[in-house]
Nanobody
Framework: VQLQASGGGTVEAGGSLRLSCAAS????????MSWYRQVTGKQRELVAR???????AYDGSVKGRFSISVDNPSNTAYLQMEKLKHEDTATYYC???????????????????WGRGTQVTVSS
């Protein structure tokens, strides 16, 4: 399973960006898709999560500005970011808990997968 993130870039404060994360491979099911971000020297933090059941969770700093969605047929997650602030500057990572059916197994196995980060820079 691979997660391919894209869509980062540089934008002025107040602007918008949309990140994409495409999951590929022998995927049976995806329990959730999430976006994290990390600033150098700080811990990686959860930005937004969307579960298979449709539940969402957002960090308080992005509520009302960011929106996560998932296109299930293509296993692609999106993070629409509006009214960007300088403090949103970070490397953004896609994360997913994916179920796969291993050869010879009668039960799916679930693992956490990460995509390579995509840089978002918001100039003030």
């Amino acid at each position: 399973v691979q997660l391919q993130a894209s869509g980062g870039g540089t934008v002025e404060a107040g602007g918008s960006l949309r990140l994409s994360c495409a999951a590929s491979g022998r995927i049976l099911t995806i329990l959730h898709m999430s976006w994290y971000r990390q600033v150098t020297g700080k811990q990686r933090e959860l930005v937004a999560r969307l579960t298979r059941g449709g539940e969402t969770a957002y960090d308080g700093s992005v509520k009302g500005r960011f929106s996560i969605s998932v296109d299930n047929p293509s296993n692609t997650a999106y993070l629409q970011m509006e009214k960007l602030k300088h403090e949103d500057t970070a490397t953004y990572y896609c994360n997913a808990e994916v179920g796969t059916m291993d050869y010879g197994s009668s039960r799916p196995s679930f693992k956490d997968y990460w995509g390579r980060g995509t840089q978002v820079t918001v100039s003030s």
